[in-house]
């Protein structure tokens, strides 16, 4: 790349992380504050949680590969803004009058939004690095996600509490429209110039395959901590609220340590392969259910916070590396959709399957077979290997703005 052009990947890579960065302090509120809201205010059970909070994966997991194809034939900007531009719907509907069926609407826009614009940022940034640094683009944009969602709980929490809930709500809606506003900030985004076949066809690339696959058994426990990992801390114990000590904090913990391990995973997997890392992410990540699961003191549930942000910093760009390396350039939005879809698999079926296990047995149990479940990704892993290094040409991005979209 000419200095010119570096300075442009720099540029559009510093943007959508401050861009996706909003995003995600306007989700981040949600883990600490909509389950009280469901159980308190509207006066619901544990099976309503699971529902609010697995809304966003099942229109997120349906959107993800559609978006992917749509970021390929149109460009990314277009994608992320309206993906904004969602998200902050999203949140405003949850001012309306208080109703499980409002909430879950909101929950779907939020969904949307996030499948839109994530899977465009991340395309992006692919788009605009060199194959060698993939890893550490795509680690650096996961950084956002995580410093959103260690500040999120904690802002949310502290709102709540000096406001009530509309003041939260109102508070997700104007960050989100800061993204969008970031996002168009970026300038036209790069499309791959050969044609994607198929028609208006969605596109499964093979090499998400595997990705995908060992993303919904490693993080299938996220999902059931993020419904429900408040009542696990409070119930065994730990204190509710905001601050040092309180059960909130776990979630930033884990935020944290993600965020501060992101770019070196991101870096082990560019230098080492994607294998060695993503074998080491699912050992901690398993390992971190289970301290979660037994723990009765703030101290023992932030370690178990801290090993799942270090395995989440190494699984996510290690394993997000294998699709970029596994797939072309014309395939590449529609193949991080595919492996994006995952994780929304798993916060749809984490909290729905998780409230049954919880409902049948406790939060102790849900955590605890998660941390099985997890185990079982690492032959999953295995199989998808190390992936050599992409060599197309860096022309190939740079000119494609020029060229009409493909037909639909």
Partial sequence: MSAESTGSARRTLWLLVAAATFCYLAMGCYAAILPGYVLHHLSLGSAAVGLAM???????????????????????????????????????????????????????????????FTTAAMAWVVDVSRPERRGRAMATLGMAFWLGLALGPQWGVLVHRQAGYDAVWWGATGF????????WLVGPSPRPTAPVSGGSKV??????????????LICYGNGVFEAFGIVHMTGRGIAGGAGLGAAASV???????????????GLLADRTGPRLPAIAGVITIAISY?????????????????????????????????????????????GLGVFLAALDVTFAIGPLVGGLV????????ALLSAAVVALLALPVVVAAGNPPVGDEPEEELELAEERPPAPV
């Fill in 358 to 365: 919880v409902g049948i047995a406790s939060t102790e149990t």
């Fill in 251 to 265: 979630f930033t913990v884990v935020a944290v340590t993600t965020f501060l391990g992101r770019f070196a995973g």
């Fill in 176 to 183: 989100a429209l800061l993204a969008a506003g970031l996002v």
């Fill in 54 to 116: 697995g809304a966003t994966g099942f229109v997120a997991v349906a959107l993800r590969p559609l978006s992917g194809n749509w970021g390929d034939r149109y460009g990314r900007r277009p994608l992320a803004v309206l993906g904004t531009l969602v998200l902050a719907v999203g949140s405003a509907a949850l001012l309306g009058p208080g109703a499980l069926i409002l909430v879950v609407f909101a929950r779907l826009l939020t969904g949307a939004g996030d499948a839109l």
């Fill in 203 to 216: 596109q499964f690339p093979r090499g998400a395959v595997l990705p995908a696959v060992a993303m919904v």
């Fill in 290 to 334: 289970g301290v979660l699961a037994v723990a009765t003191s703030f101290a023992v549930a932030a370690l178990g916070g801290a090993l799942l942000g270090l395995g989440l910093a190494l699984i996510y760009p290690a394993l997000a590396l294998v699709v970029t390396r596994s797939v072309g350039p014309a395939e590449r939005g529609a």
